[in-house]
């Protein structure tokens, strides 16, 4: 469930914790819509989203985050890609209660022939996330268009970097 409270100069969005443990799950294509990269990528599969309970909050121009959030991809595919499916993978969310303006990025791989990992922050600053993604042994021919889509190649792996 998704509660709104608006306030004078502030306004915070909570996600409240679901019983079942997922809070939505949503097709993967769905994503498109968010233009590039994601457009281009076409992914196919099923976009869930857990939290033990999650609080966004805008208090007098600054972003705080309190709480957890984890958005799965199950059974990713993509147009791009001839294996199918490329694997499941878990991007978290995690506020920091040592500094509530920050929170904790990080991405992993369930399973599967592609192989993501990554960790960041978000911040005032912005979002600063440097990550990976390669093919599993043997799979590295058919993921080649990929991994040159994903980020900058570097050998046999292509670099994630935003921020």
């Not at 498109?32 to 309970?53: I, Y």
């Not at 999650?54 to 595919?77: C, F, N, P, Y």
């Not at 001839?82 to 920050?102: C, H, K, M, W």
Request: net charge positive; hydrophobic share 40%.
């Amino acid at each position: 469930m998704l509660g709104l409270r608006p306030g004078l100069g502030r306004f915070a969005i909570t996600l409240q914790p679901s019983p079942r443990g997922v809070s939505g799950r949503w097709p993967a294509f769905w994503l498109s819509g968010l233009g590039t990269p994601w457009n281009t990528l076409a992914l196919g599969g099923e976009v869930r989203l857990a939290s033990p309970g999650l609080t966004v909050e805008r208090v007098q121009g600054r972003w705080r985050l309190d709480g957890r959030a984890d958005i799965e991809l199950h059974g990713a595919s993509s147009r791009i890609a001839t294996i199918e499916p490329l694997g499941s993978y878990r991007f978290s969310v995690q506020g920091d209660a040592a500094n509530p303006g920050t929170a904790s990025l990080t991405l992993t791989t369930l399973d599967g022939a592609l192989l993501l990992t990554g960790n960041g922050t978000w911040s005032s600053g912005g979002v600063r996330f440097r990550g990976e993604a390669s093919a599993k042994p043997g799979d590295e021919a058919a993921l080649a268009n990929l991994l040159n889509i994903i980020g900058r190649r570097s050998g046999a792996r292509s670099v994630i970097a935003i921020g």
